[in-house]
């Protein structure tokens, strides 16, 4: 550390002891707030929370001034003249062809799929991952091996099949067939999650409940669920924010009026004539970003906790 | 032959290509009180949770109370059971996690409150009922997997290494409180440690397992003085057994083992058989089977160097150079030497072992 | 009955034309659900394929017509339209015949028309030749030699917007231009590779590379930011087809005064006749069934065509209407739609793999330093494959 | 022993049942969707299919043209290139983010919050986003121009030969807190004694970083890993909200080729011809590492 | 004054409110291998890392060599560290983990290699150098860590608790090792640790700390045969001391401890000061120092029945009943009693300790 102060040699006079010992530096070492190594970490962190916080910025801003202002160019510059207006467009009257009601329709139906979705894939995943920590069968891994590998597929690679084979079960442009999407897609990463981390629980907790009698579904439900938690969280904030930002499953599996939020946003983007209303645009982005941002800025302590269980055992 | 209550004929274990236990065989008798010892990975866990039937085996039969029960359910095979790492679940209280099994069988509340109050009673953990795991110290958190065990009702108690998590304190007390329950209780118990100390002194018998064979089984005594080869020897007793190997010569008409041109009289030593002039044998000697006395003298008196010393409080151990060899020997805490001091040895061959240097057998 | 319609009409002009449609169907007692999705063709069409081959069909839905649903109508998916469209005798009043042809597939009608859009315009601003101190062009080659002058005062000759869709129509326009009608019908309809390699398209990749020079720097995505750079006068020009106009309107400019329109590049006065169709699943619900005939009437029904047309910014399906409101480059379209001085659209011609190789390669083209003669290499080869 | 000596060995279906049966979503989605499904896709990439999958096969020739089409040659050397760099920057800046924050900061929480927010917006938003950021006529380059530095140019989604940067700079800014995450709880799994035995070493904060401690966190690393390149095979909807592929095709990737190809040209055979290659690269580095990873080992 | 190796002066330190060590001052002589013994959290590990430079301190000095050290850095204060959890280098080979600190100071590459060599000689790891530490058995790994302590060739070595990862029989090795390894070197050595027996074999003096507080310093027979209070007592010695609570009385004009109505006389104690009639005091007597006879007869023999017996091999332990208490007493392994078998005991009351019940110091 470039501020150590050298003890003084002079100080350590042999033949007198006691003042030897009471000469020198003592106590905290002194560490100024300023120090060179403070300054640049610190200056770092800032520098990078920059970068992370401008988009988030820019976004805001914009979406607080009125269009003339934005012509003008800066999107930096904080606007002038605080409007609302995008926002309440944004949210109520932005149209997607005839409908003119904004964000908001599509607000409930992705809490609608989102829901349900996450719930149902995290359960589903979460069972798995469970049967693979603690109950293994024969194959089960070459199972997760093709699972693990499916995590590399390209999304769009799959929509065919999918699309024949929901026709097949009768579910197709139902919220049913859409819930199993998700399902689907939310599996790998979601199982492995689960995995490492009842992996990484003790096994002879496993091992006690099975002397007590407790069954496959008892040991889950009794006694891993409640030990979980971390774990839930990373899953469920994972899936929310890829559910709620879906936009391709969403609008290929459903029908109209299942359509989630991201549809709308991409309506109110993607418009092909007129001006492109940037204010109107980011306000909507920010709204449909809203949920997945609540959910982080409220639990993203938890989420590097769940991370550090379950993730990084790999 | 008495009543067995857990019998495991021919087992064999594998996981995939590794045969962890090969054909065992064992009989464990009603109240019995059986240590499995052995060290690290020797199989004897995967011993007990086949018992347990945690464990589907590759081969063999198990019995629990004359009945088979190699392919049922842990939980109908009238065992409980007791962990390493206590696992408790930790989100139960104390009186949850005893309870849970009970409950988990249906049992009338008044039945669970019944027992869960006898082994809290017996544990002395009334106090504790109310709390979580996590708000338990080591001690106590066994205490309560014992008494998850206990309040089953069953005849036979599997211990996995239940005291190795503790510091050595709490290990030797929670000793005496299983002993003491083994005696009050009276069912069969079978006990998984490495540790030589508890199986000493816990065990009716011990079965001292290497590489998944059982090397002996007989009770501690036994066991102690008597090993049947060389690594039960050398694995029973702490310090370690002292070792010599050598030849055996005739010296004057008497029977000696030569080490190194040091000579120890086999006279008083009990053979099984014959000991044959010219065989390569291992001399064994305990630590505390030594005498040390600067006066004694003739024929079987050695001379050494103290080494190093390791005073324990009550006893004192000296480290000693002798026939080229280092070897410890035990002495009262009072008794100090300092290292470089000679001293002269009598050994107490009547309490020591000779193994055949090849078959490593006990002669 | 109720009947979703989907579409990706879905910025305020369109959703306005859509309403018209919406409203005269309304108007016969069932109910049109709106189903838009923006994003143009691209993203809406994956959806819509989808839903129909999903077993989870729409009412009814916007193809461009021309290839696009062709197979989906071969497997049996989509409903066959020839009974109404006999009963209200499409053959005759629709205009040009092609549009008609385009809906039909081994003789059965498959869709319904409802309007016309024409690529071949080029788009000019007027305040952007004043600054630069020259005339406005009244052709491509004027305005090729006119360029040096507006880059000069700052100005990108020629706006490009960065979808791939914009590069491959502007060739297609300047080879009906340049090349003519005759070599456009044989590249694209005939798909003669050896015309396609001659030095007639030679002669218009040449074209291309002056209007890659002359775009160089229009740093737009979309064509209506394209237009916005002539309509602001940032840029000179802008070839586009007539939707363009719709932007001029809103920004309040007339045309002749603020702005020019030159069809066929003020060389070969040709439009071609693509636009916008509408077709109809299978459905096995009777009410529906009958719903989706009332509507296939409903769309080319002329009242319903003013009224969506006017909206729209494009040309009605049928001759035998007035449009007396339409502006002057409307009107212009109209007169060359009278004489019968047009072609089928590349969308009628080319299957959508072609055209979308085609793309690809206009798009590489208009923005890399690949020479002439490698893109009609290039070119000559997706023709030799094309169906 | 009494009667029953030998108890028979009971059917091995039958055992462990309940797992099996909890775990049939997962055997039917491993088996159905992406088993059945690539090998459904390669099957009719040998065909000539367009709107509809159809039997009509055609041998390799959509492979082919794939390896014809200069639009997929890109595609493949764009992922490359994005892929690499992607992979270097996201752990490097990843890593090194977390290393600042695991120096007991004050308002680590809000550091990281800030860092880990984008991760919660999708990627059509990321690209929105940083489309307009990285514009000439709004964002940085014409910020600095007004600035005074006239001749100031950054415009890298206008510049084909670093189009790609400008997505990944966007990517980055997505993905690195994430990254972050694991990086740090990485990072906080290590034994604080290694880093005392380095402090009484001598050894240099950078050196122990660099020898001991990065070394010592592979498993992070892979797991790290798998989760970016899973999402750099993937990549799609950034490049489609952020340039379309532009300017021209320059910044076309593998996903978009075979989305494009299956949806909008009609041409699914040519799709599926694509996605069975990215399969096979995916195949490639993957399968190999996932068996080792998870086939092979047995818990204790 | 002999020349002190290490010294610390007033050393405090808090970490945030907790003030974990208060004004502790402590001397270590050139070449002493001091053991500093307390239970888990007493803040041992904490001391070690002030001196150390790990942790820096709130308030007070260290001296290292005479030399202030207070504010210097680790590798600058001529200290070599072990840990328990090894903490080796994983990727490296044992001679990368050796050589790592040396490369980065740059030393020449023979300078390096004679170290390396001499250490690896020293501690018999020759053969191990091309190894990685994962490829090591936990006493392998634990020699390489004290190697890598070895190579800087300092003057002090600190060592927290490396031996208690180990299994106990790896320990008893390691031990010796260690103690060997000071008697060779004759550097200074501090050495963390929980167990009393490291602490008893190993030190030339013991410091016990609880509370951040050193109880008594003192070589290991003091601290075992004349511990200073109450917690000393206790904590030193396995089984513990037994313990009884009692009064003082005079019986026949001799002082005794009375203990729930047994008497245990006082004479043969060496008090400190006068033993005052009526002051409440607790007896503690170790339990090799109680004689178990059947025959013996007079005043000061008691009568108990054995509860418990644990036979350890080499001895046996009793636990017995007296004046309502249980205690434990150790006779010779050969000796056996069953739970039941009432005997008489005699204390050895000159070996005894007695300390005041209020302030638990040393009468
Ligand atoms: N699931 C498994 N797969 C493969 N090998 C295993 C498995 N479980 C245990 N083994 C191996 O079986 C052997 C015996 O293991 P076991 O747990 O029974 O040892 P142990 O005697 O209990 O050791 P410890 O004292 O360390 O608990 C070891 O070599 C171990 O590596
Ligand atoms: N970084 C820290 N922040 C706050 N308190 C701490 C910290 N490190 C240690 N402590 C506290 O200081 C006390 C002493 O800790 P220390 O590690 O020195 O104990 P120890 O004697 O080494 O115990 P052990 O035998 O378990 O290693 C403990 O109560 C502990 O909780
Ligand atoms: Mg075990
Ligand atoms: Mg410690």
Known sequence: ?314 | MTSNSVSVRDLSLSFGAVTVLDNLNIDVADGEFLVLLGSSGCGKSTLLNCIAGLLDVTEGQIFIKEKNVTWEEPKDRGIGMVFQSYALYPQMTVAGNLSFGLKVAKLPQAEIDKRVARAAEILQIQPLLKRKPSELSGGQRQRVAIGRALVRDVDVFLFDEPLSNLDAKLRSELRVEIKRLHQSLKNTMIYVTHDQIEALTLADRIAVMKGGVIQQLADPMTIYNTPENLFVAGFIGSPSMNFFRGEIVERDGRKVVSVNGVDLSVDSYKARGPIETGSQVVLGVRPEHVQVDEASTGTDVHDAVVDIEEPMGADNLLWLKLAGQTMSVRIAGARRYAPGTPVRLSFDMGLASIFDATTENRL | ?387 | ?300
């Open chain 4, 1 to 300: 022993m009494t009667g029953q000596a030998n108890a028979g060995r009971p059917n091995q279906l039958l055992r462990n049942l309940n797992s099996k049966i909890a775990s049939i979503p997962m055997i039917l989605t491993a088996v159905v969707i992406f088993l059945g499904g690539t090998l459904w896709t390669v099957f009719y990439s040998f065909t000539n299919s367009k709107l509809l999958p159809r039997l009509n096969f055609v041998g390799l020739d959509q492979y082919e043209r794939l390896w014809d089409a200069p639009r997929w040659v890109i595609s493949i050397q764009n992922l490359a290139v994005y892929g690499f760099f992607s992979l270097i920057f996201s752990l490097v800046i990843g890593f090194v983010l977390a290393a600042m924050m695991d120096q007991k900061i004050r308002f680590e929480n809000a550091f990281r919050t800030i860092f880990l927010y984008p991760f919660a917006l999708s990627f059509i938003v990321t690209g929105l986003v940083w489309q307009w950021i990285l514009n000439p006529e709004f964002g940085v380059q014409s910020v600095v121009r007004s600035l005074g530095w006239t001749s100031f140019s950054f415009d890298p989604l206008y510049t084909p030969s670093i189009v790609i940067y400008g997505i990944l700079i966007a990517a980055l800014w997505q993905g690195t807190g994430l990254v972050m995450c694991l990086m740090l709880a990485g990072l906080r799994g290590i034994d604080e004694d290694i880093w005392k035995a380095a402090r009484v070493d001598g050894i240099p904060m950078w050196r122990t970083y660099v020898q001991i401690i990065i070394p010592m966190m592979r498993p992070v690393f892979i797991t790290t890993l798998v989760i970016i390149a899973s999402g750099i095979v993937r990549v799609y909807d950034l490049v489609v909200a952020q340039t379309s592929g532009g300017p021209g095709i320059a910044s076309e990737v593998p996903a978009k080729y075979v989305y494009d190809y299956m949806f909008q040209a009609q041409n699914l055979g040519q799709g599926f011809a694509a996605s069975t290659m990215m399969l096979i690269t995916v195949a490639i580095i993957i399968v190999p590492w996932a068996y080792l990873e998870f086939g092979g080992r047995k818990r204790g």
């Open chain 1, 1 to 314: 550390m470039a501020d150590t102060i050298a003890p003084n040699p002079n100080a350590l006079d042999p033949n007198a002891s006691s003042a030897r010992l009471a000469a020198g530096p003592r106590g905290k070492k002194p560490r100024p707030v300023l120090a060179p190594r403070n300054i640049m970490l610190y200056g770092a962190l800032i520098f990078a929370a920059i970068y992370y916080l401008l988009p988030l910025y820019v976004m805001v801003v914009t979406s607080l001034k009125g269009m003339p202002e934005i012509r003008l160019g800066n999107i930096f510059s904080p606007p002038v003249e605080i409007t609302f207006e995008p926002w309440v467009k944004a949210w109520s009257t932005a149209c997607t062809g005839l409908n003119c009601d904004g964000l908001s329709r599509g607000f409930w139906n992705s809490v609608r799929i989102t829901i349900p979705s996450t719930v149902v894939s995290i359960a589903i995943a979460s069972v798995n991952g469970y049967a693979l920590a603690n109950w293994r069968f024969k194959g089960a891994d070459l199972f997760f091996t093709i699972l693990i590998v499916g995590a590399f597929i390209p999304y769009q690679v799959m929509i065919y099949p999918i699309v024949i084979v929901l026709r097949e079960l009768g579910l197709y442009g139902s919220l049913t067939g859409l819930i199993i999407v998700h399902t689907i897609f939310g599996m790998p990463i979601l199982t492995l999650l689960f995995r490492n981390y009842f992996t990484s629980l003790p096994e002879e907790l496993f091992k006690a409940a099975r002397v007590d009698g407790a069954g496959f579904w008892m040991i889950y439900f009794k006694i891993m669920l409640p030990m979980a938690l971390p774990i839930f969280v990373v899953a469920m904030i994972l899936q929310i924010t890829g559910i709620w930002n879906d936009f391709l499953f969403g609008v290929v599996f459903t029908r109209p009026e299942y359509y989630p939020m991201t549809v709308q946003l991409n309506n109110i983007v993607n418009s092909v004539q007129g001006v492109k209303e940037y204010n109107v645009n980011m306000a909507a982005t920010i709204l449909t970003g809203a949920v997945p941002l609540f959910v982080y800025f409220v639990s993203g302590r938890l989420f590097v906790r769940g991370i550090a269980a379950g993730a990084v055992k790999g």
């Open chain 3, 1 to 387: 009955a109720e009947l979703e319609v989907t579409h990706w009409w879905t910025s305020g002009g369109e959703a306005a034309a859509v309403a018209e449609l919406a409203k005269a169907f309304d108007a016969t007692g069932n109910k049109w659900i709106d189903g838009a999705i923006a994003g143009s063709g691209g993203t809406a069409r994956p959806i819509m394929v989808s839903r129909i081959t999903g077993g989870d069909p729409m009412g009814a839905t916007q193809f461009n017509h021309g290839r696009q649903a062709e197979e989906l109508a071969q497997s049996g998916l989509m409903r066959d339209l020839t009974d109404v469209a006999t009963r209200e005798n499409w053959k005759d009043i629709i205009k040009p015949s092609s549009l008609l042809d385009s809906c039909t597939i081994d003789g059965k009608i498959y869709c319904a028309p409802v309007n016309i859009h024409s690529w071949q315009w080029l788009w000019l601003s007027n305040a952007a030749f004043k600054t630069a101190g020259v005339d406005v062009p009244k052709n491509w080659d004027e305005f090729v030699a006119a360029a040096p002058a507006l880059e000069k005062a700052g100005i990108i000759p020629l706006a490009v917007g960065g979808q791939p869709w914009q590069s491959a129509g502007a060739f297609d326009v300047l080879m009906v231009a340049i090349a003519g009608k005759d070599v456009f019908n044989k590249v694209f309809g005939d798909k003669d590779e050896a015309v396609a390699a001659g030095p007639e398209i030679a002669k218009v990749f040449g074209a291309a590379d002056d209007a890659r020079k002359m775009a160089k720097g229009s740093n737009v995505q979309d064509w209506n930011q394209a237009t916005n750079l002539v309509i602001t006068g940032k840029a000179g020009g802008q070839i586009m087809g007539d939707w363009a106009q719709g932007e001029f309107q809103l920004a309040g400019q007339t045309a002749g005064t603020d702005y020019t329109c030159l069809p066929g590049l003020g060389v070969n006065e040709i439009i071609s006749t693509g636009g916008d169709a509408f077709y109809f699943p299978l459905l096995k619900d009777e009410e529906k069934s009958k719903a989706q005939e009332v509507l296939a009437s409903t769309l080319i029904n002329p009242t319903t065509q003013v009224a969506f047309n006017l909206k729209k910014g494009s040309l009605p399906v049928r001759g035998d209407v007035d449009l007396a409101a339409a502006n002057d480059c409307m009107k212009k379209g109209l007169d060359i739609l009278a004489k019968g001085n047009v072609i089928q659209g590349t969308d009628q011609l080319l299957s959508a793999d072609s055209q979308k190789q085609k793309e690809d390669l206009f798009s590489e083209f208009f923005a890399s330093a690949m020479t002439p003669e490698e893109a009609q290499k290039r070119f000559a080869d997706i023709i030799a494959s094309a169906d």
